[in-house]
Structure formats: C-alpha cells, structure tokens
C-alpha cells in the first residue's frame, strides 16, 4: 500500500468482510480479466460463494486460477465547485486459492456459511439442489484494507 496512514487495522479488514453484502470476484484467465458480483459467506480464512456448476468462474477455478476479491462501502461528498468532491470509503482487497467443494458435506458447510451471512441458516437444503449448485472455498492468501477521507465520525 502505497500511503501508510490509509491502511485498515485487521480487525477492521475483518469486520468489513463481515457486514459486506456483495463480494467482486475477480481473475483472468485465458479470455483476459474478469470480475464478477456474487453474494458470499465469510469465515475464518476463507470465503465461500455458489452458483451454477458450469460457467467461466467455474472453468478458471478447476484450472487452479489464482481469484482477487474486494469490498466496499463508501460514499461521495458533494460540493459546489468539482474540485470540491471528494469521496469517504473503505476497502478490503484480496488473494486467494480457489477450490470447487465436492463432497456434499462440506458443501454444506460452505452453503451454511454463506446463509448465516446473510442472518439464516442452510438447514434444509434439499439433495436435488445441492446437487445442481456449485460451492467454492477461496482460502485467503493475503488481505488488506484502506479507507480514504475518513473523518472521525465516519470510522
């Protein structure tokens, strides 16, 4: 990072992720860059997100494709003059390993993770479904966090 003083501590890195409510995915692969929204459960060290079992995120993620990720939640700060315009956000930006789960425990689990993000639970879902989804883990290689024009109110 570039400016020191616009770096997050970890735990605020962390507490973002958590509250986040949409997750940009981001690789490239041999079609050149591509960045996806996706809804997405967070815990520990690893992020997990689903969709159909076929698909481009899906190809880049059985070929081992290293996966960027980012959140955000900001505002812009509006003034008479352009000059005047500023913006106040905070970021996370990552790295990570990604890996289609299998088995259908541990799809589960990662089903479960993502519900309990969004403040349910993935009891309940049946085999058919589970069967037709896809659930990715991206192990967190490396994070890190920035806000820009923070004011004290706003951290």
């Known amino acids: 990072m570039r400016r020191e003083d616009h770096r997050m501590p970890a735990d605020e890195c962390e507490a973002l992720l ?7 995915l981001g690789f490239s692969d041999a079609d050149g860059p591509y ?3 996706v809804n997405f459960g967070y815990e520990g060290d690893r992020i997990y997100v689903h969709g ?8 880049a993620a059985a070929a081992g494709v290293r996966m960027c990720f980012e959140v955000d939640e900001g505002e812009i700060v509006r003034a008479e003059k352009p000059c005047g315009f500023t913006s106040r956000f905070r970021s996370v930006i990552g790295y990570g390993t990604p890996r289609l789960l299998e088995d259908p425990a541990d799809k589960r689990r990662g089903l479960d993770v993502i519900m309990r ?3 349910s639970t ?8 589970l069967d037709i989804t ?13 806000w ?4 004290p109110e706003y951290r």
């Open 18 to 24: 958590r509250r986040a409510e949409v997750l940009r």
């Open 35 to 37: 960045v996806v929204p």
């Open 52 to 59: 159909a079992r076929d698909g481009r995120r899906i190809a």
């Open 117 to 119: 993000h969004y403040g």
């Open 122 to 129: 993935g009891a309940g879902i049946p085999d058919a479904k």
């Open 134 to 146: 896809s659930v990715m883990e991206v192990e967190i290689g490396s994070m890190d966090g920035k």
């Open 148 to 151: 820009h024009h923070v004011q």
